[in-house]
C-alpha cells in the first residue's frame, strides 16, 4: 500500500473524462480528480501476479506492452530483465492475429544484421548499404523487442489498453488472456486482469511492470528448482567418472607379488627363438652398436 501511495497509483483522470464502467473501482472525487480505491488495486495485483506466474511455470510467455512515451523504458528494462518479449515503440497492425506475415518480417530482420556481420554489404554501393541500414533500424524499432518469438505469447502485459486498443482487439480475437493498466478513463470489460491504476505516472508504470517481471523470474525460478530436484532422485547411486578417478594405470602396484611373478617367470627358461623373433626391437640401438 505504502509503495502504491508513494507512486502515485491512486491517481485517477479528471472526473469529466471518466469511463462509468470504472465506478467500482473509484474511491471518491478530490479536487475534480478521481480517486481509485487501492485496496482493489492490490486484490487485482495478486490476481494478476499469479496468472502471470502459472502462465510462464506452464511453459508459455508473457509478451509486455507498452508504446506511450512514459512507459517505453520501463517496459523494455523489466522485459529484458525476465527474458520476455516486448513491444515499445508502436504496434504494428496483425501482430497476433496475422504473425505469419510478422515472422517473415523476423527473418527479414536477422537476414540483414547477418548481412552486416558476414561481410555481404563490403560487396554493395553506398545507396544500397544505406537503403538496407534504414530499412534494419526501422524493423529493429518495430520488431527488435520479439526478435526471437516463435509463437504466439501465452499472455499479454499492456499499460494503457486505450492506446493500445488494437493490441487488446487483437488479444481477445486470438484467446489470449490480458493483464493490463486501467485509469479512470479506461475501458475494464474484455480485460481478463484489470489492474485498477495511475498509467500516465513513470513510477506508477514502473512499479506494476516490475511487480510483472517478478511473477516470471519467479515462476522459473520454481521451474529450475524443480529440475535440480529431478536430478537429485534420478539414480544417486550411478558411480560418476571424471578426470579425478582413478585409472586402471594409476592404481598402485604390490611390489611383493610382483617380483613374485617375475621369478617364476624366470625360473620357466628362457624364451624360444620364434618368441625372440617376435619381441619388439628398438631399431636406435641397433644402429647404435654397429
Not at 256 to 261: A, V
Request: hydrophobic residues 40%; proline residues 3%; aromatic residues 6%.
Amino acid at each position: 500500500m505504502k509503495s502504491l501511495l508513494e507512486s502515485g497509483v491512486h491517481f485517477g483522470h479528471q472526473v469529466k473524462r471518466w469511463d462509468p464502467r470504472m465506478k467500482k473501482y473509484i474511491f471518491a472525487e478530490r479536487n475534480g480528480i478521481h480517486i481509485i480505491d487501492l485496496q482493489k488495486t492490490i486484490q487485482a495485483i495478486k490476481d494478476a501476479y499469479d496468472a502471470v506466474r502459472k502462465t510462464v511455470a506452464s511453459g508459455k510467455t508473457v509478451l509486455f506492452v507498452g508504446t506511450k512515451k512514459q512507459a517505453q523504458q520501463a517496459i523494455q528494462k523489466e522485459a529484458e530483465r525476465c527474458g520476455m518479449f516486448f513491444v515499445n515503440n508502436r504496434w504494428l497492425g496483425g501482430m497476433l492475429t496475422n504473425f505469419v506475415t510478422i515472422k517473415k518480417s523476423l527473418l527479414r530482420l536477422k537476414k540483414l544484421e547477418k548481412m552486416e556481420v558476414d561481410g555481404t554489404f563490403e560487396n554493395l554501393t553506398k545507396k544500397e548499404i544505406a537503403a538496407l541500414g534504414k530499412e534494419r533500424s526501422k524493423l529493429q524499432k518495430n520488431l527488435g523487442g520479439i526478435k526471437e518469438m516463435k509463437e504466439l505469447p501465452g499472455i499479454l502485459f499492456i499499460i494503457d489498453t486505450r492506446k493500445e486498443a488494437i493490441a487488446v482487439t487483437e488479444a481477445q480475437r486470438m484467446g489470449i488472456p490480458i493483464v493490463a493498466v486501467v485509469d479512470t478513463n479506461c475501458n475494464p470489460d474484455g480485460i481478463d486482469f484489470p489492474i485498477p491504476g495511475n498509467d500516465d505516472a513513470i513510477r506508477a508504470i514502473t512499479l506494476f511492470t516490475q511487480i510483472v517481471a517478478n511473477a516470471v523470474v519467479e515462476a522459473d525460478n520454481e521451474a529450475g528448482l524443480k529440475i535440480i530436484e529431478t536430478l537429485g532422485d534420478e539414480d544417486e547411486t550411478e558411480e560418476v567418472v571424471t578426470d579425478a578417478s582413478v585409472k586402471e594405470e594409476d592404481r598402485e602396484i604390490d611390489i611383493e607379488s610382483y617380483s613374485k611373478t617375475a621369478e617364476t617367470e624366470s625360473q620357466a627358461g628362457p624364451a624360444s627363438e620364434e618368441d625372440e623373433e617376435d619381441l619388439p626391437v628398438d631399431m636406435d640401438k641397433v644402429y647404435g652398436e654397429e
